[in-house]
Structures are given as structure tokens and as C-alpha cells.
T-cell receptor
């Protein structure tokens, strides 16, 4: 029972490079989320999805894009990485409103 | 603007002490308040609170919500070193959760 799986777990990028973070869940959850966590800032919502084919902006969406082509996958893209995007990224999912979030183990991203 | 504020930001105690963590919120569409514990990696779920005045309890941890005053507290009694973690409070605002900055708890032997 994998739950929420994030790949990769670690990545180092140079400024201007692009990359995609993959989140996969095997719980048939409708809602999926991407958060970033920085020291002293808690978890800040980047983008989220309330179902296959839908996406919406969170608190800090600039510099990121997302896609939810399949219900089980939620992709987070950085088109041109910047040092300010150095952070730990967490994916989370839940079955529906009123329910708790299940988190992936995180991706440590460093942009040099 | 929706916000969730936790206090204190950091707390250092000795084993056996009792601690109280605070979470206050201002959100437009409150559904529930959740507490998570984060050790090294992913946050793990502790409690979900939806009604005022009803205490949720799990072992040495307990939590209560006050929807009139817009806050919640998380109590940990007889703390142990394994309680050392960041405790996150989040408010469910219709289709998303808004998190506070967390309280870092360190428990020393």
C-alpha cells in the first residue's frame, strides 16, 4: 500500500533549468495538492486540484505550473528554476472535502 | 485574507512537562481544524476538530476547538523525547487546507 509517492526525492538544478516533480497516489483520491515548506514559513499551497482535469492556484503559484491528466497523478513543473524556489516540496491528497490530508515524503530541491 | 497563526514558534521543555500549543485562525469558510505532527519528513495526522468544546484525545495528546473565539489548543502531558517535532495546525477552507507556521517542540531528557 504505497499511499502518496513523490519522485524524485532530491534534485539539484542550475538557475534557468526546468524540471517536473511527479506525485502519484493509489487511494483513488479526488483532491491533490502541492505545498512548499521553507524554514519558519510552514506549508504554503502552490497549486491544487479537486479532480481529474482540474487545477487551481494556491497562495504562491508564480513560477510553477501543474497538470492533472490522470486522477492518480499530479505533476508540478518549474519552467525556469530560480534560487527562490529552493525548498522542500510536499504533495498531498485526500478523498474528498471534510477529510484529512495524506502526505508524500517530500522532495528536497536546491536551485543554484 | 485567510490566516492561521500558531504560538509559540518554539518551545523547549524537559521530559515529564506538560505543554500547550496554540492555534488561532481567521478564515472565510471554516470547515474543520486539523493538527499534524512533523518529525523528519512528511506530516502525520493527529486530530480533526469540527465542533466547539468537544475534546479529542489520543494517549497523552488532546485537543479542543473554540469556534466562537476562533482558536484551538493542543495539549501534551508527560512529554517524552519522542514528542520532539514540529506541530502544524491547519484549517480546512472548503477545498483546501491553510497551514500555520508550526510550533517546534524540543523535549530534553
Amino acid at each position: 500500500n504505497a499511499g502518496v509517492t513523490q519522485t524524485p526525492k532530491f534534485r539539484v538544478l542550475k538557475t534557468g533549468q526546468s524540471m517536473t516533480l511527479l506525485c502519484a497516489q493509489d487511494m483513488n483520491h479526488e483532491y491533490m495538492y502541492w505545498y512548499r515548506q521553507d524554514p519558519g514559513m510552514g506549508l504554503r499551497l502552490i497549486h491544487y486540484s479537486v479532480g481529474e482535469g482540474t487545477t487551481a492556484k494556491g497562495e504562491v503559484p508564480d513560477g510553477y505550473n501543474v497538470s492533472r491528466l490522470k486522477k492518480q497523478n499530479f505533476l508540478l513543473g518549474l519552467e525556469s528554476a530560480a534560487p527562490s524556489q529552493t525548498s522542500v516540496y510536499f504533495c498531498a491528497s485526500r478523498r474528498a472535502e471534510y477529510e484529512k490530508l495524506f502526505f508524500g515524503s517530500g522532495t528536497q530541491l536546491s536551485v543554484l | 485574507e485567510d490566516k492561521v497563526v500558531q504560538s509559540p514558534l518554539s518551545l523547549v521543555v524537559h521530559e515529564g512537562d506538560t505543554v500547550t500549543l496554540n492555534c488561532s485562525y481567521e478564515v472565510t469558510n471554516f470547515r474543520s481544524l486539523l493538527w499534524y505532527k512533523q518529525e523528519k519528513k512528511a506530516p502525520t495526522f493527529l486530530f480533526m476538530l469540527t465542533s466547539s468544546g468537544i475534546e479529542k484525545k489520543s494517549g497523552r495528546l488532546s485537543s479542543i476547538l473554540d469556534k466562537k473565539e476562533l482558536f484551538s489548543i493542543l495539549n501534551i502531558t508527560a512529554t517524552q523525547t519522542g514528542d520532539s517535532a514540529v506541530y502544524l495546525c491547519a484549517v480546512d477552507n472548503t477545498d483546501k487546507l491553510i497551514f500555520g507556521t508550526g510550533t517546534r517542540l524540543q523535549v530534553f531528557p
